[in-house]
């Protein structure tokens, strides 16, 4: 049972490139959710799903944008890759409404320079 | 919106016991407690539900004062498992859900 799969785990951009994370859940939940972590900082929300083909801003969505067209996927988006964007992105899934027990994937770290 | 957590930083010997606290400036409806080991993933620990009773397993459990605001965690007799980093998160409602900063546990022989 994989649980929550992203990728790549690892990848360096320059600024104003553009990439995509994908976030795969093989549990049938209905909610997904980017997270990014950065030191001292905590977890913070950049974008969220309730559900194939809705998305809903969180903490800190600018400069990201996500897709979640299949129920099982939830993408994240940089268009244009800045310094500050550095971090590690957390996906994460959840079966219930209201943040229920989050399932976390791996992490995804990106540096951009 | 941020909850703050207390302590930063906690060194332990094994056996030893610790508190972890959380603090929110506003109405709380649920805290959940999460603990992520270095280079990993966070894992799920706890949900402490507003009404609800303190949770816990094995040495590991949480209590939630909702009139003040603020959980606590506790380990009791740490072991070296115990090391990580562990995170409060906080539901207001609304869609809204912050964790905190973390607080790093270093349990040694």
């Known amino acids: ?113 | 919106q941020q909850p703050v957590q207390s302590p930063q930083a906690v060194i332990l010997r094994e056996g030893e016991d610790a508190v972890i606290n959380c603090s929110s400036s506003k109405a709380l409806y649920s805290v959940h407690w999460y603990r992520q080991k270095h280079g990993e993933a966070p894992i799920f620990l706890m949900i402490l539900l507003k009404g609800g009773e303190q949770k816990g397993h094995d040495k590991i459990s949480a209590s939630f004062n909702e009139k003040k605001q603020q959980s606590s965690l506790y380990l009791t007799a740490s072991q070296l498992s115990y090391s990580g980093t562990y995170f409060c998160g906080t539901e207001m409602g609304g869609n809204q859900f912050y964790f905190g900063t973390g607080t790093s546990l270093t349990v040694i022989p």
Not at chain 1, 45 to 58: F, M, N, Q, R
Request: proline fraction near 4%.
């Open chain 1, 1 to 113: 049972n994989a649980g929550v799969t992203q990728t790549p785990k690892f990848r360096v951009l320059k600024t104003g490139q553009s990439m995509t994370l994908l976030c795969a859940q093989d549990m049938n939940h209905e909610y997904m959710y980017w997270y990014r972590q950065d030191p001292g900082m905590g977890l913070r929300l950049i974008h969220y799903s309730v559900g194939e083909g809705t998305t809903a801003k969180g903490e800190v969505p600018d400069g990201y944008n996500v897709s979640r067209l299949k129920k099982q996927n939830f993408l994240l988006g940089l268009e244009s890759a800045a310094p500050s964007q550095t971090s590690v992105y957390f996906c994460a899934s959840s079966y219930t409404y209201d943040f229920g027990e989050l399932f976390f994937g791996e992490g995804s770290r990106l540096t951009v320079l």
